[in-house]
Each structure stands twice: as structure tokens, then as C-alpha cells.
């Protein structure tokens, strides 16, 4: 079992969840890391997306599967800014590999940010997005995962184009850091989505980003 904080900040969308009625487990912020003794080490902290893929099972089956240690944290409804509490702990936790997924709360907050305008919501989120790879400075490596440009909603496929041309900019200005393009893996596998929205994931889907994640944060044991 992986260790999860259940909070919901507020509700930016209608679609925001579709997860059916389950009993959810809340604990501390980055719970201790989990796994196979000696195995390298990855701290996960994301929004709806990660907690899917972790209450799915893919988290465990995939990272514990090949030798990691994972302290996963998951809010459902978190931003990057909002996170930064934890994101100020995971260097603490000596991780080898820290896994930021927050795109899909970062573009909706700007999409339905109704009091400030969309550009100044936007360098919002490129600011929390550069303190919080700023703070992970000391990490060996830190994968940022892009936002789906695949969704049904051709606004969010925008403004989700426009968020990964700003998070892959500002990954670029941090030597230790790689971004996940997971619109370019996802894309032509709707089978990986939920018809509701086409930004939350199936079964199918969830395995499949674990999967992605894993090569990318074992990829950077090559740098």
C-alpha cells in the first residue's frame, strides 16, 4: 500500500473526479518510503492523475516491481504552488528521483480562474513551477510530466499546449531536471482515458503512465 493524502482544495471542474464510490486512505505528507529493501529511491507527488494511479495498484506493481522505493503523496485538486510543502520535504527524503505531476490541476486553474486574467494565471504557475524546481536543485533527478493535449475539450488541449511550452522552458533552465511528454506517449491510446473528460485515466491508463515514469526516472541513472 502506498501512502496517500486525500484533500480536495476546491472543485476547478465539474469532471475534476469520476472515481467511484471507494474508502480512501489519508495520511501524513510523504509517508515513508515503501518497498524493496536497498532499492533506489522516488518521491511522487501529483494531483487526481498520480491518485489514480496509485489507489489503481500501477504505482506499486510497476515502481516496487523494479527494485524502487516510493514515498508517493497524491492530492486530488493540487496545483504545483499548493504542493510545495511537501515539494520543501522530498529533498529531505535523500530521493534519487523526484516525479512531479501537477499539470492537470495547472491548466484548469487557469481555464476557470475567473478573477485574474489568464496571463497573469499563467505566470502564476510558472513561478510556483521554477521555485519548486529551484528547491529540488539538490536532486539528482527530477521528471516534470507534461499535461494530456489529447483531452475532448479543445480548450484545455490549448491551454495544455501553451502550459508544456512554459514547463519544458523552465525545465530546461535546470541541469537535473527532464519533463515526461505524456500527450505525445498518450496520444492515439483513448483507450488509456475516461470517455468523461479524456484527461483522467482507466486502468489501462494509469499502468501505462506508471510504466512511463519508470523509464523516465530510470533513464537518469544514465546522466
Not at 501512502?3 to 467511484?20: D, E, K
Not at 486553474?109 to 510558472?126: D, M, Q, T, W
Not at 488509456?192 to 515514469?213: E, K, P, Q
Request: charged residues 10%; negative net charge; glycine residues 10%.
Amino acid at each position: 500500500m502506498i501512502g496517500y493524502t486525500f484533500v480536495m482544495h476546491r472543485p476547478r471542474l465539474a469532471f475534476l473526479l469520476t472515481l467511484p464510490a471507494v474508502v480512501l486512505l489519508a495520511t501524513a505528507c510523504l509517508p515513508p518510503y515503501e518497498g524493496p529493501t536497498g532499492g533506489r529511491k522516488a518521491v511522487i507527488l501529483g494531483d487526481s492523475i498520480i491518485f489514480e494511479t496509485g489507489f489503481s495498484g500501477a504505482l506499486t506493481t510497476t515502481f516496487h516491481g523494479r527494485n524502487w522505493q516510493t514515498s508517493a503523496e497524491a492530492v486530488i485538486g493540487s496545483s504545483t504552488g499548493s504542493h510545495m510543502g511537501s515539494i520543501v520535504k522530498a529533498p529531505g527524503m535523500q530521493s534519487e528521483v523526484v516525479i512531479l505531476n501537477h499539470a492537470t490541476t495547472d491548466v484548469n486553474g487557469v481555464l476557470f480562474g475567473a478573477i485574474v486574467s489568464k496571463p497573469a494565471l499563467r505566470e502564476n504557475v510558472r513561478v510556483a513551477l521554477t521555485a519548486a524546481l529551484d528547491t529540488l536543485a539538490g536532486v539528482p533527478c527530477v521528471v516534470v510530466v507534461t499535461a494530456t493535449n489529447n483531452a475532448i475539450t479543445p480548450g484545455f488541449n490549448a491551454e495544455a499546449n501553451l502550459h508544456n511550452a512554459m514547463l519544458v522552458g523552465a525545465v530546461q533552465a535546470h541541469p537535473n531536471a527532464t519533463w515526461l511528454d505524456w500527450g505525445a506517449w498518450s496520444a492515439g491510446h483513448p483507450e488509456w482515458f475516461r470517455s468523461a473528460d479524456g484527461v483522467h485515466l482507466t486502468d489501462a491508463g494509469t499502468l501505462a503512465l506508471a510504466n512511463i515514469m519508470e523509464q523516465t526516472a530510470a533513464s537518469c541513472g544514465a546522466w
